[in-house]
């Protein structure tokens, strides 16, 4: 037994050894392999097709399912069908209502993927929003190392991502100041305020181009903004301070039609608006109020006073406006208004003062439309002030138009307001200097509106006698005028005719300037 | 008398602690982890070269690396995800270990254990890696995902935090159906159900759990083997679970001492083999009852009924433990341990297929 026990291990060992060396044989052949098909591995690049398309990351899934729920509700709300045997169910059944029924379903459908967009849209946005701020961090590392040039072109990158970020065109402004492009440093900070008025960095951004520019008045409201908005800033009130110096410096005599309660009421309107010194009486003006210091009260009717036009001519007549040739004091506009009534709350329709384009920044141009009372063209209407709580006096003042114009794209609105009433613009274009026309026509100076100051000047200038010499040589040399002059019709070049007809006669200019600019007009 | 042997083909001394070694996936290499003496991680591939191993590449790492997985990696990059012993996990592209292809801050402390699903085509669904720290965590990763885990489980604040010493994947036998087990040095037991974002069950085995693997990830769960402290290990059926009873069990006796870890055989999932703390590696097969599952008097609910294991072979291969073992998934027979004698060994167990 024994002996059989040993030779049946002896077997065993036998068998196992030879086991093992075929297992090592095969392991050298299988090693070879491995290896050829390793290397073929490692080297051949993976085909793009051939990778399996790999389901989401877990948790985005998760973001999804929680959507789910809210569709498989909308599901449970559908009622049981009717079983078609249930003849007493579908006698009551309404068809009409059953239709309406489907298409809001369909509407609900519509909407649900609207959502999904909806969705999608906010994280593009989402994405927009944070790559602008990127961007803005870009820039002002550039900024901070004075590479001015680069900042602009990441603030432009930015704005591009989102256009709703006040601070991006208001870094923007900063960057083009530093570099001396004032014009387009202001209309960034413009932009700014637009986007949000309570941006205090944005009106002193503003108001710096506007004090390199020289605009000094403009310059001085958006100073005043940043003190309403923050009264301890330091470098706004120094600033206001260096422009009330200059003005004072360069402020002609005194106007003398300039009457005393006029002056009174500016002392009292300053008081109640800090942020408008300049603020002309009689004249209805938008308020600046910072949104969050805006009343809450909801608005109310105010009465509004009628006046025939023949009344208000008469007005015109009798109190003749102020010709001045300062600018500032022609801002100081003519309009009629009558502000009796008590009620402060009307603030609340005012518009915020840094209107977006920066331009309207004269709110005297506000045209204040209430209800249903504006359709009447031909009566002037007015507005009961809201500036004075508890004085119920009626200041009236007088509109012979807009003020001076600023800036040709002011002019442009201008004119194309007063292009119906010749008298009104002949009273405006009166009040532009003749050494203005080039620059304030030099984009605006078309075939029509040349005929139109023909037209004015034959009605109005010659019945006034004005000079209109002066302003036939000034007109001559806006940009184009030469082009302009080619397209004149055979009423204009009439007229025109007349007209040098009239100033050889009176004899106040030598016969070579009346030749010389007679001849740029084209006549002979 | 058909016993499969376990011969020691080749033994090759480190000179640093060995704590992991995994088989590279389509190849005759492996890779091996460890810490130098002076706390340096060690990250070395070898090539089996006609019966000896020659080194490949090697590189060292700042911080000592405790275990890693080729579970997630896709088979022409075959990345391999590392856990090290400050918490970082690190997936490497093997060609270049210069640096990770992906890190991220995982954990606050080592991170004891790693695996990998949906790589190499084992498993449906997203490749992910879930990891298991001596911090109480045990979180989930998508290497898309940059930074943060994309499923994290740990105690609520102020709970006590169990170290968890051992985590595989299971279950993933479609794009939704995906399951972690873990094990904790209390022994707890968790199963978490990646789908239903729940924890599925969960049971204490009284012992530390070392080491747990499913005998198939890629399966609907079949069999969970969970080794512990105290020479014992259990096999779970995982097929049946009752709503009380949970899933059936038996526990098994083996090595004397800790059974630190169980490798599932890749080319039969019922022969699988435990590491032991006394450095003997033991070979179990695993028997399926007649029935799986069985209606107790009276109840409704079906309980599962847990086969029975064989043992066969047991072979001391040193007297240190033995820390790591791997299967190679290509050559039937072919395995690779280390152990904690600072030695590799190539292993090769014969007539597998005649069990």
Known sequence: MSKFNMLECQQQVKENSLELNDYLRELEKWETDVKKKDDKLRTSQPLANVQPKLPPVRNEAKRQKRKKPQSSENKKEKPQPIKSYNYSAWDKFDVEKACQDIDQGADQQSSEEDDDSADNERQEMEWRVQQAVAEKDLGNDLFKKAKYEEAIEHYTKGIGYDQFSAILPANRAMALLKLGRYAAAEADASTSIGLDPTYVKAYARRGTARLARKCLAEARLDFEQVLTLEPDNRQAKADILKIENFLEKSKPTPDLEESQPEKADEGRLSKKLPAKLDVVPGLVMPIDKSVHLRSKKPLTRISIDEYDEDEHISLVETEKPPETSQTKQATAGDRLAVSSGSDNRVTGMSSPSGSVDGVHRQSSKVDVVIGDESRQDRARTTVTGSINKDEGTADVAEDDGPPLPANSVQLQLDWRRLKGNSSKLYKYFKRIQPADYPRLFSQFLEADVLSQIIAVLRDFYVCEKEDVFSVLAGLVHVARFSTIAMFMGSTETKALNALFERVKQSGLHSKEDVAAVSLKYNLS | ?355
């Open chain 2, 1 to 355: 008398m058909d016993k499969p042997q376990v011969i020691s083909h080749i033994e090759k001394s480190m000179n640093f602690t060995l704590y992991d070694v995994k088989w590279i996936p389509c190849s005759a290499k492996f890779v091996v982890m460890g810490a130098h003496p002076q706390g340096t991680g060690a990250l070395q591939v070898y090539e089996m070269n006609k019966g000896d191993v020659s080194l490949v590449h090697e590189s060292q790492k700042s911080k000592a690396i405790k275990c890693g997985s080729f579970g997630a990696s896709q088979l022409h990059q075959r990345c391999l995800a590392t856990g090290d012993f400050e918490g970082k996990l690190n997936v490497w592209n093997l060609e270049n270990t210069e640096v990770p292809v992906y890190s991220v801050q995982a954990h606050k402390e080592i991170i004891n254990s790693i695996d990998g699903v949906a790589g190499l085509g084992i498993g449906e669904g997203a490749p992910e890696i879930v990891t298991g720290s001596r911090d109480g965590a045990v979180k989930v990763w998508d290497t898309r995902l940059k930074g943060k885990p994309v499923v994290e489980i740990a105690p609520a604040e102020g709970e006590a935090r169990r170290d968890c010493w051992a985590v595989t994947f299971g279950h993933a036998y479609n794009h939704q159906d995906r399951c972690v087990a873990a094990g904790y040095d209390n022994g707890d037991l968790k199963l978490f159900d990646l789908r239903s974002m729940s924890l599925r069950w969960e049971t204490n085995i009284k012992n530390g759990i070392c080491g747990l693997e499913f005998d198939r990830k890629d399966i609907n769960m079949n069999k969970l083997v969970v080794t512990t402290l105290e020479s014992k290990f259990h096999v779970y059926d995982m097929r049946t679970q009752h709503s009380k009873k949970g899933f059936t069990s038996l526990e098994e006796k083996a090595h004397s001492s800790t059974v630190w870890s169980v490798r599932h055989l890749p080319q039969n999932r019922d022969i699988f083999m435990t590491t032991g703390g006394n450095g003997s590696i033991c070979l179990w097969k695993y028997s399926y009852p007649a029935s799986r599952v069985e209606k107790q008097e009276g109840e409704e609910e079906e309980v599962g009924v847990v086969g029975s294991v064989t043992q066969l072979q047991n072979t001391a291969l040193t007297t240190q433990p033995i820390s790591a073992f791997d299967w190679c998934v290509d050559k039937p027979g072919l395995a690779a341990c280390t152990a904690f004698d600072q030695t590799l060994r190539i292993l090769i167990v014969t007539k597998l297929n005649k069990v």
